[in-house]
């Protein structure tokens, strides 16, 4: 079955720490897309990135970045130098086809990040 | 820029009485979503439509129904509300899978959400 697992429930870190967000799937697919959202106090989901199952290489983007490995079906997420703008709810997603050929999205829990001053 | 926009941010019923919750999108997306968010448990789909007229069941459709009369509109309607379904409620669109050797497929854009509570 389909699965998203974010075991952190909640970090706190002081600001200009380091912080890794956990992300382990499952999936029956052997082609899959992989996406990472913030969501912060205001409530609106931003999207931050898509990873396909592909392509393995790590991902970087100013102070975020990304380890997507398929050996041990994680793809966690690393912010460096925290800042207090970061704090906010973090999901992973997973691609899910359906039988009917569309496709739908499997959301794992959320990880709350506080990033203190 | 993408806009996905929500008739309410906020909303309060009584038990028993019909809800509607409008999601309108502006980029001629195929897909769009209806998720409600609750503490601990995440985003858990409720329905979805892949193009006018068309839906499918996500997760959780019980006690719901949805309506896509026209492409950028996407309804879900509570037909009797309850007070278990209190609840922030979000709406996403996305372009469908792309086709080829590799589909792609493509991250969703989400409205701000409307917060329902229901007495």
């Known amino acids: 079955a389909q699965k998203v697992t974010q075991a952190q429930t909640e970090i706190s870190v002081v600001e200009k720490e380091d912080v890794t967000l956990d992300c382990v799937y499952e999936?029956?697919?052997?082609?899959?897309?992989l996406f990472w959202y913030k969501q912060p106090p205001s409530g609106e989901l931003v999207f931050l990135i898509r990873?396909?199952?592909?392509?393995?290489q790590n991902e970087i983007s100013g102070r975020y970045s990304w380890n997507f490995q398929k050996s041990t079906s994680s793809f966690n997420f690393t912010i460096t130098a925290s800042q207090v703008v970061d704090s906010a709810v973090y999901f992973c997603?997973?691609?899910?086809?359906?039988?009917?050929?569309?496709?739908?999205?499997?959301f794992g829990t959320g990880t709350r990040l506080k990033v203190l001053a | 820029d993408v806009k996905v926009t929500q008739s309410s941010r906020y909303l309060v019923k009584r038990t028993g009485e019909k809800v509607f919750l409008e999601c309108v999108q502006d980029?001629?997306?195929?897909?769009m979503f209806w998720y409600r968010q609750d503490p601990g448990l995440g985003l858990r789909l409720i329905y979805f439509?892949?193009?006018?007229?068309?839906?499918e069941k996500g997760d959780i459709p019980e006690g719901y129904s949805v309506s896509r009369e026209k492409k950028e509109r996407f309804s879900l309607i509570l037909e009797s509300a309850s007070t278990n379904q209190t609840s922030m409620y979000l709406c996403?669109?996305?372009?469908?899978?792309?086709?080829?050797?590799?589909?792609?497929?493509?991250?969703?854009?989400f409205g701000p959400g409307t917060r329902l509570t229901v007495l």
């Open positions: 997603a997973l691609s899910d086809p359906t039988t009917s050929g569309t496709y739908k999205y499997i």
């Open positions: 999936t029956r697919d052997t082609t899959y897309y």
């Open positions: 990873r396909n199952s592909f392509d393995e």
């Open positions: 980029m001629d997306h195929e897909n």
């Open positions: 996403a669109s996305s372009l469908p899978r792309s086709g080829g050797g590799l589909k792609t497929y493509n991250e969703q854009f």
């Open positions: 439509s892949y193009d006018v007229k068309m839906k």
